[in-house]
């Protein structure tokens, strides 16, 4: 089965992160399909919510970090940019539901969609700098304006991790359910949101992040850092320490 299953249940285009073995890494090929999906949810009309989740027991746990490493070694740009531009552009409403770890882009892209539900499991991290990192997603602009500065450092700073109910009181999600109703209480935002007047719910949406001018700009300037950041000797001692089990050394750095 593929890493992203795409499918339609009447007006929902359901997309689930499916690569549980590896707690939903995001390859490459993972961002290229959710681009793929969003942008057909925008093209066609007989789709009016998209609903995004993750199988087994995690959201996702973000960017593949083996996929980070081979980046480093390429100048290439960074794979989760194209992605990125589709989730902040998106006009069709995104309804995400989250159990389990939600990790770097695992929580940034939360930060674009317009209604979360969260599992009591979900537990949200975006550890960027302990990775030698900089954040991504406009989450340095985003994070500050829902949360305030000093929760905004904790969270992105420090990489302190945010709980359901944390993240609820916050204002990060719309309701925590127990594990077991997530998908259905997240289908069934899905479904009052798609028997709306989909012209209204769009237009409604757009009005809501015009505030947002400044994200596509935002994105951009954290990704040339970004992947700057990517080939420095902090970040490949952090990847290494990853692959290899143990627990990262930054005593040498200055
Ligand atoms: N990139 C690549 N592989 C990942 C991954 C990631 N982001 N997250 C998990 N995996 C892999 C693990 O390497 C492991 O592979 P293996 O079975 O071949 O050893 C497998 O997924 C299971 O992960 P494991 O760490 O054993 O599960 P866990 O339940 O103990 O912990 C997480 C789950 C998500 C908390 C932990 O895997 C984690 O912290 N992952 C890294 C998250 C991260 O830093 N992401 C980058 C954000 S910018």
Redo the contacts with the bound molecule.
């Keep these: 089965m593929s890493d992203v299953v795409v499918t339609q249940s009447g007006p929902v285009l359901e997309i689930l992160f499916n690569r549980p073995?590896?707690?939903?890494?995001?390859t490459r090929a993972m961002y290229a399909a959710v681009e793929g999906a969003f942008r057909h949810a925008d093209e066609d009309p007989s789709i009016r919510v998209v609903l995004l989740s993750g199988a087994g027991?995690?959201f996702?746990?973000?960017?593949?970090?083996?996929?980070?490493q081979a980046r480093a070694a390429t100048n290439e740009a960074v794979h989760a940019s194209p992605f990125l531009t589709a989730l902040s552009s998106l006009a069709t409403p995104l309804v995400a539901a989250v159990n389990?770890?939600a990790?770097?882009?695992?929580t940034t892209m939360l930060a674009h969609a317009d209604l979360v539900v969260a599992a009591r499991s979900a537990?949200f991290?975006?550890?960027?700098t302990?990775?030698g990192?900089v954040p991504?997603a406009a989450s340095s602009l985003l994070f500050p304006r829902l949360v305030g500065h000093q929760r905004a450092s904790a969270l992105l700073l420090l990489g302190e991790p945010m709980d359901a109910e944390t993240a609820r009181e916050w204002g990060f999600v719309n309701q925590v359910v127990a594990d077991e109703d997530l998908m259905a209480t997240a289908r069934g935002v899905a479904s009052r949101l798609a028997a709306l007047p989909p012209a209204a719910v769009r237009q409604t949406k757009d009005l809501i992040k015009n505030g947002r001018g400044d994200v596509p700009g935002r994105i951009a300037e954290e990704l040339v850092l970004f992947r700057d950041r990517l080939r420095s000797p902090e970040a490949a001692e952090?990847f290494q320490a990853?692959?290899e089990?143990r627990k990262a050394d930054f005593s040498k750095f200055s």
Excluded: C, H, Q, Y
């Design positions: 073995e590896k707690k939903n890494a995001l027991d995690t996702t746990s973000g960017n593949d970090i083996k996929d980070f389990g770890a990790i770097g882009v695992g537990r991290v975006m550890p960027f302990s990775l990192l991504e952090a990853f692959v089990k």
